[in-house]
């Protein structure tokens, strides 16, 4: 017997949609304001890793509108072609912002190592871009902090990955000032060098983006503490005698579970399904399930 009497939106799921949202289009205006301050000031400083940072800030800025337009569709009711909803739509945004780190990431180890070649063409930075790397850095860690808050509320791990992405800028403008500070101090070498570590820092965030995003397109389990979770949760369902064969996926933020339950084998066809219902309904009661699909097998109670 299978159940799947509908799935399991959450109460709050609007005011979570506007939070997004808006710690989202925050993050618009400041990586606008960011990119438009860091290529001016690099330009004019002569700095490599300024306008590198610049370049991570606009890739941000990307990332923002991959994730305002995820956002908007991942909450879209089930429908006819989607019936287990949008929620998916995340994760693709999860794994499309990792592709972009990649690539942002590869380009700067590029340039980097093509200005180390030619060290004679490294020019002095300006000390203005050593102020501006400084407030570049406690902008990004402020609005790390906000996002995180944001998406830790909402329990969105497109959010956290966006964030992460601002904490990403926030270190890499702490590597650009020191490059700068040294290259100001006659250490000319210091400034492409942080570039290239900005660049390794951007690479490694999108490897590791990308992939988690496309384990969980390939239906990846969920951790073994919350299998366990959700099997005891059964377990203490009176009429239930036991619970095998859990499998879990991942949609979106939320979890998808097919069971077999084993119930007692004299109980009418009602009872079985009453007893599978109220098992799924105690899982179902967890924010982050999205779905139950049971089985029950009949057993020989001596």
């Keep these: 017997m299978q159940k799947q009497d509908g799935l399991n939106p959450e109460a709050d799921e609007p005011a979570s949609q506007a939070a997004a949202r808006r710690s989202t289009l925050v993050s618009v205006a400041v990586n606008i304001g960011l990119t438009l301050a860091q290529v001016a000031a690099g330009i004019f400083a002569g700095s490599q890793a300024l306008v590198a940072d610049a370049i991570h800030s606009l890739s941000d800025l990307v990332s923002d509108f991959v994730v305002l337009y995820a956002s908007h569709h991942s909450k879209k009711a089930p429908s006819d072609s989607y019936h287990y909803g949008h929620q998916r739509f995340e994760t693709a945004a999860s794994l499309i912002l990792g592709l972009l780190l990649l690539v942002v990431g590869v380009g700067m180890l590029s340039n980097a190592v093509l ?6 063409s490294i020019q002095p930075v300006r000390i203005v871009g050593l102020w501006v790397a400084l407030g570049a850095l406690a902008t990004k860690e402020l609005l790390f902090r906000y996002m995180l808050a944001i998406a830790e509320r909402v329990r969105s791990s497109m959010l956290v990955a966006n964030a992460w992405h601002a904490r990403s800028d926030a270190a890499s ?52 503490e919350t299998v366990t979770a959700i099997r005891n949760a059964m377990l203490e369902t009176p009429g239930v005698l036991g619970a095998h064969d859990v499998r879990t996926r991942k949609m979106g933020d939320m979890i998808l579970v097919d069971v077999h339950l084993d119930i007692n084998a004299a109980a009418s066809v009602r009872e079985g399904h009453d007893i599978a219902l109220e098992a799924r309904r105690r899982v179902m009661s967890r924010k982050d399930v999205l779905n139950v699909m049971t089985h029950v097998d009949p057993v020989d109670v001596a």
């Design 115 to 120: 200005k180390l070649e030619h060290p004679d």
């Design 173 to 224: 403008s702490l590597v650009v000032a020191l490059g700068i500070l040294g290259n100001t101090l006659g250490y000319h070498l210091l400034d492409p060098i942080a570039a290239l570590v900005v660049g390794l820092m951007v690479t490694r965030m999108g490897w590791q983006f990308s992939r988690s995003a496309l384990r969980d397109l390939m239906d990846r389990a969920i951790d073994a």
